[in-house]
């Protein structure tokens, strides 16, 4: 078997737990298995170096930032590698370029494009253990990015893919993907599986297990993926296509609180309207999430959404820009105190009611909804932000505990 494991900050934190990573490779090797690992930076170096780089320069050319990060994955795979020769086993470290790991240039949020396979298979052909570092990238140029924060994840993916190996394994400091953010919801339980699609959306809503882009290419090529803890020998998690037979109504409950809204008052109701707002932000690259409009009165119209809280500024700079020519408007309001509050679960799609028990819950627990939106597999209300824990567990008691 070829198996891909990869290791979170926390897993590889200190000293002791580089052993205990380096001895849980070891045993998959002993048993005759292909292993590769893929490690991310300890601890919270990639956090240090970035404030390392901000002392230096408050905004930092992009270039030089990843040439900085880049550098704490490869504190990582050394030193594991170092442990596991001190163990005896035979094991290699390999950066982005001696991988031909090649991504665009978008420095600091780079996408994978290519990865040679041949030097990772002669190596496994010759019994070493191949660590390499997650994150890093090259571009055509050969120069240092890195896939964004969490990328690591999406590193291992795309290994497991382009490897075709039998098993991909993300290891965490938690025993896997929750029905809710235990810290919020105490009884939160841990799910045996979910579907990629469950998992896309709760990570999307900032459940925080896996990078989002590493879900996306799990679907994408097909590959199953275990979330587990790498401080116990818990089951954990298994990602992939379907799940169960009889799908769970609701797998899991998120929120994320880094939601703001922007208000568009007295539009002109007239045709393309809608169109030259989202396009001019569309033209920014700002991600707008939930979108509702108002009926027509008078010759105008209202428009909110909802945008990424540090996309707030822009967006409206960018209307404001407009406002003169093909923006016009009476005023633009924004309102920084909400959060989204979502129920995800691939089993709603063949049942009525999931809505109104939501809605309940939050009626229930007296909170208002300003917002609401739905998808397939997801219902999202926006609340004001000083309630979310509580209507987390309300609606978290109403779906999973009491169900
Ligand atoms: N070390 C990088 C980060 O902290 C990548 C990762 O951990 O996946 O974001
Ligand atoms: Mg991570």
Do not use: W
């Amino acid at each position: 078997m070829l198996i891909v494991k990869k290791f979170g900050g926390t897993s590889v934190a200190n000293k002791e737990r580089i052993f205990n990573v380096a001895r849980r490779c070891i045993e998959d090797y002993q048993k005759g298995n292909d292993v590769v690992v893929v490690l991310s930076a300890m601890g919270k170096s990639t956090d240090e170096l970035i404030a390392k780089a901000k002392d230096i320069n408050p905004n930092p050319p992009k270039r030089e930032l990843d040439m900085l990060v880049s550098v704490g994955e490869q504190i990582s795979v050394s030193l594991m590698s170092m442990a596991m020769a001190s163990l005896g086993v035979p094991s290699i470290s390999l950066n982005a370029f001696q991988v031909a790991m090649h991504t665009t240039s978008d420095y600091t949020n780079a996408r994978l494009k290519t990865i040679d396979t041949e030097r990772i298979r002669n190596e496994l052909d010759s019994r070493r253990i191949v660590i390499i570092t997650g994150f890093q990238g090259i571009d055509k140029m050969d120069n240092v990015t890195t896939l964004g924060r969490g990328g690591s994840d999406t590193t291992a993916v795309a290994l497991a893919a382009v490897l075709k190996a039998d098993m991909c394994e993300i290891y965490t400091d938690v025993d896997g993907v929750f029905t809710a953010d235990p810290r919020i919801c105490a009884n939160a339980r841990k799910l045996d599986e979910i579907t990629y699609d469950e998992m896309l959306e709760l990570a999307s809503l900032g459940a925080g297990v896996l990078h989002n882009r590493s879900v996306e290419m799990a679907k994408k090529y097909g590959v199953q993926l275990v979330v587990r803890s790498s401080l116990n020998t818990n089951e954990g998690t298994i990602v992939k296509e379907d799940a169960k037979m009889e799908k769970m109504l609701i797998s899991g409950v998120a929120c994320d609180k880094k939601t703001a809204c922007i208000a568009v008052i007295g539009l002109q109701d007239q045709p393309g309207v809608a169109f030259k707002l989202f396009n001019h932000l569309a033209n920014h690259n700002i991600n707008v999430d939930v979108i509702l409009q108002s009926v027509g009165r008078d010759g105008t119209k209202d428009i909110s959404f909802t945008v990424d809280e540090d996309n707030v500024e822009e967006a409206v700079a960018v209307m404001e820009r407009h406002r003169q020519t093909s923006l016009i408007c009476d005023k633009i309001d924004v309102d920084r105190n909400i959060a989204k509050v979502s129920v995800v679960g691939a089993g709603m799609t063949s049942n009525a009611g999931v809505a109104a028990k939501m809605f309940e819950a939050l009626y229930d627990a007296g909170i208002n909804i300003k917002m609401i939106s739905t998808s397939e597999i997801k219902i999202t209300a926006l609340i004001d932000r000083k309630y979310v824990d509580e209507a987390m567990r309300a609606v978290h008691d109403k779906f999973i505990v009491n169900r």
